[in-house]
């Protein structure tokens, strides 16, 4: 893959429009990534277990039990668009590393990036057959008796195929609506500069993407400002160029990014930057005194329109985290390191990030949604621990021979 970058990120560009610089970086993260599990799949699926039956009550010592790790069978990957080749290794290579064989539905948008990085697998010498790409994905895929496991990371469709199902063990990333904390004693340049990348890197197509700012008032004026003054300077248009801001995936995607915008004007928003949009081209879009009863204060909106609600408190700003379904990451600002625990310890998502932008790298860390944001958790090691199911042996030594031994 590292050899046959280019002409992968070149795909990205053209594909999903992500700019020219994040689409090589996808590109070698992935394989990255990839060299990664190889190296922790060898040790910790090579390592089993021995149990002995007189550690528990009662027992006497003969029998013995194998725990192993066994794979799955085949596993579905289903990665979105936003992150065709790197999405797509996060789920490949765990899976392959235990020992199962995979069936990759690549996003519509992304299928001929996915295509590049099945031809390098081939080149590598990847056995024929142990990986396919189908284009299909409905019931067919998702309830085939087949698939002993779906790995899946997208929208609102991953519930429908979670309800359905049934026995087939599922790892769910469904996005989320990663609030940012601002507390009043917080480093006010670090936190604008992390709001902008956090909220504007890919024009806020990442399920990590900053999706809305919660500031005590205290603060508020002096933050938005430092954030507007960012957001002037954002460059905008073809990703080629590698400007920052780039059309989102689909028209669809920029007329609902437009409804929950024209929303929040109707319901009495602060326009910090005037909104402007070109086909699925949206300018950068700052929206200040956002209340709850604005769509835009639950929804994500996947684009780059990054909405601000002063709060009262940050007890006010946890309460409002936390009654969101979508529960991916989240961060907080602030000076103290107590307060940013105690306020992480308050925040039932599945990450939080203080003094930093949510983020999903590096690619070992956990990473899970709460809630509606995801089943179980991703990150390398998790992976490959997701991607086996336990087999215990137990060998019955004959009590009499083994006593008398
Ligand atoms: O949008 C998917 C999510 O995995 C984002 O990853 O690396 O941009 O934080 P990242």
Not at 107 to 124: D, I, L, W, Y
Not at 140 to 156: E, K, N, Q, R
Not at 206 to 234: F, H, I, M, N, P
Not at 283 to 310: C, K, N, Q, S
């Amino acid at each position: 893959m590292r050899q046959h970058a280019q002409p992968i990120a070149d795909s990205l560009v053209r594909e999903v429009a992500k700019p020219a610089k994040q689409s090589l970086d996808e590109v070698v993260r992935s394989a990255d990534l990839i060299d990664y599990t190889a190296e922790e799949g060898a040790r910790a699926l090579g390592a089993g277990e021995l149990l002995t039956s007189d550690s528990f009550p009662g027992q006497t010592r003969n029998k013995l039990c194998l725990v192993s790790k066994v794979p799955l069978g085949v596993v579905l990957a289903i990665p979105p668009f936003n992150y065709p080749v790197n999405l797509a290794a996060s789920k490949l290579a765990p899976a392959l590393m235990a020992g199962n064989a995979v069936v990759l539905k690549p996003p519509s948008q992304g299928v001929v990036a996915g295509a590049h990085m099945m031809q390098c697998f081939a080149k590598a010498g990847l056995p024929k057959g142990l990986v396919n790409m189908g284009s299909e994905i409905g019931d067919y895929l998702t309830l085939h008796p087949l698939v002993s496991c779906i790995s899946f990371t997208g929208g609102d469709t991953g519930i429908a195929i979670a309800r359905r199902a049934g026995m087939v063990p599922l790892q769910m990333e469904l996005g989320g609506k990663d609030v940012c904390i601002v507390c009043s004693d917080a480093d006010l340049d670090l936190a604008a500069k992390s709001i902008l990348k956090g909220g504007f890197s890919f024009s806020g197509q990442r399920c990590t993407a900053v999706k809305l700012v919660l500031v005590v008032k205290e603060v508020a004026d002096a933050l938005a400002a430092k954030v507007a003054a960012g957001v002037a300077k954002l460059t905008v248009g073809d990703p080629k160029d590698d400007v920052d801001i780039t059309p989102v995936i689909s028209d669809s995607s920029a007329d609902f990014i437009e409804g929950l915008v024209e929303d929040a004007r109707a319901k009495g928003a602060k326009f910090l930057t005037p909104y402007r949009r070109e086909g699925n081209l949206i300018w950068p879009t700052l929206l200040d005194h956002v209340t709850p009863e604005m769509r835009i204060a639950w929804e994500e909106p996947f684009g780059p329109v990054v909405p601000i609600m002063r709060v009262d408190s940050v007890d006010q700003a946890v309460a409002h985290c936390n009654a969101n379904n979508l529960a991916l990451q989240g961060c907080v600002f602030t000076r103290d390191v107590n307060r940013a625990i105690a306020i992480s310890d308050a925040m039932e998502t599945g990450t939080v990030q203080i003094n930093a932008a949510p983020a999903r790298g590096p690619d070992h860390f956990p990473f899970q949604g709460f809630r509606d944001s995801g089943i179980g958790s991703q990150g390398i090691r998790n992976s490959l621990a997701m991607m086996v199911k336990i087999k215990s042996t137990v060998i019955n030594l004959d009590k009499d021979s083994y006593a008398r031994g």
